[in-house]
């Protein structure tokens, strides 16, 4: 018999998912202790999610499933959840040590009369914990939107990830929990001291690039019956995804970054229609034909490139190109 529909209820609610990493090895070698160890975990997640207004939906054997009205309190929950985990694992032996992955999402779900949660956004939130790393909180785009200028974290970007059963890529972001406006340690500082140039050199590239847009369109008025530029009044433009040349896949985050860069610079200019980069990172990782993808798209304008780092060198390589005869220009 099938359950009415009347019993569920949808919502819009940010989704907590942790997992213990190594559960199943330190199980074998020390199942007591272990248990011991989960227990204590789960009631540290139990507090600190009542403690942020949450709700534990499940505990099913070593996952924890919660739900927060308010995506604030859940990455706070998260990250504070984390920091007592890594202070309780601080005197124990490395093999004894019980982490977690968290993720995070805030998505549509729906709640049966049990308490219990089904949805999409469960599922990316399952998806996203999986790709964190343990005693670390991944966050999905959606996460991101909405926490960004609110809580005194850093974000890295980890790129867009093919997910099981989810049609779309899902943003995913580290949750990195030094402040902002801190200073960064001296070691990371040196680590990533190429960055912010090369973040400036690419912010200067989208400027040269709108400039020339500006000279070689010159935002002239175009004919309705151009089915590339019908829907905007000016120059339209596609950046398309940065190609990582480094033969490194976990750099994938920085040429991404390079790219949401990029659209954010060009996006600034009035009368200069920046394609979303939802629409143009489906191009990623693909060998594109530019007149193709300019009718698609509805670009005039293609600027494309790729990112080499090799040691402390980094090659940042562009080009724009006319989406109507393949120019360069």
């Known amino acids: 018999m099938e359950q009415s529909e009347t019993t569920n209820r949808r919502k819009l609610a940010a989704i907590l998912s942790a997992d213990a990493a190594g559960y199943s090895r330190m199980m074998g070698e020390n199942d007591q202790e272990t248990v011991?160890?989960?227990?204590?975990?789960?009631?540290?997640?139990?507090?600190?999610?009542?403690?942020?207004?949450g709700r534990v939906v499940d505990t099913a054997g070593d996952n924890v499933l919660a739900e927060f009205a308010r995506v604030v309190e859940a990455v706070r929950c998260a990250v504070e959840v984390q920091q007592e985990i890594q202070a309780r694992n601080a005197d124990l032996p490395d093999a004894r040590r019980m982490q977690f992955r968290i993720g995070l999402n805030l998505?549509?779900?729906?709640?049966?009369?049990?308490?219990?949660?089904?949805?999409?956004?469960?599922?990316?939130?399952?998806?996203?914990?999986?790709?964190?790393?343990?005693?670390?909180?991944?966050?999905?785009?959606?996460?991101?939107?909405?926490?960004?200028?609110?809580?005194?974290?850093?974000?890295?970007f980890q790129g867009e990830h093919a997910v099981?059963?989810?049609?779309?890529?899902?943003?995913?972001?580290?949750?990195?929990?030094?402040?902002?406006?801190?200073?960064?340690?001296?070691?990371?500082?040196?680590?990533?001291?190429?960055?912010?140039?090369?973040?400036?050199?690419?912010?200067?590239?989208?400027t040269i690039a709108g400039v020339g847009l500006w000279r070689y369109g010159n935002f002239a008025a175009v004919s309705a019956d151009d089915p590339i530029l019908a829907m905007p009044k000016g120059p339209s433009l596609a950046v398309l995804p940065f190609a990582n040349l480094s033969g490194d896949p976990s750099q994938d985050y920085f040429s991404d970054g390079l790219t949401e860069q990029l659209i954010t610079a060009l996006a600034r200019y009035?009368?200069?229609?920046?394609?979303a980069r939802n629409s143009t990172f489906q191009y990623k990782g693909q060998s594109?034909?530019?007149?193709?993808?300019?009718r698609e798209l509805g670009a005039r304008y293609v600027l494309e490139g790729s990112v080499r780092r090799s040691g402390k060198t980094l090659r940042v390589m562009a080009q724009l190109l006319d989406a109507r005869s393949g120019a360069h220009l």
């Open 36 to 53: 011991r160890a989960l227990n204590a975990c789960r009631d540290i997640f139990r507090r600190a999610i009542a403690r942020y207004s």
């Open 107 to 156: 998505g549509d779900l729906i709640e049966q009369s049990d308490g219990s949660i089904y949805g999409d956004g469960v599922n990316v939130a399952a998806r996203v914990q999986a790709l964190a790393e343990p005693g670390g909180v991944c966050i999905s785009g959606t996460v991101h939107d909405h926490i960004e200028s609110k809580l005194p974290f850093a974000y890295a």
């Open 164 to 206: 099981k059963n989810i049609t779309k890529p899902v943003r995913v972001y580290r949750v990195r929990t030094e402040k902002r406006e801190g200073k960064p340690p001296a070691k990371a500082a040196a680590a990533h001291k190429w960055l912010w140039p090369a973040l400036a050199g690419v912010v200067l590239l989208g």
């Open 270 to 275: 009035r009368g200069l229609y920046v394609i």
């Open 288 to 294: 594109v034909d530019v007149w193709k993808l300019g």
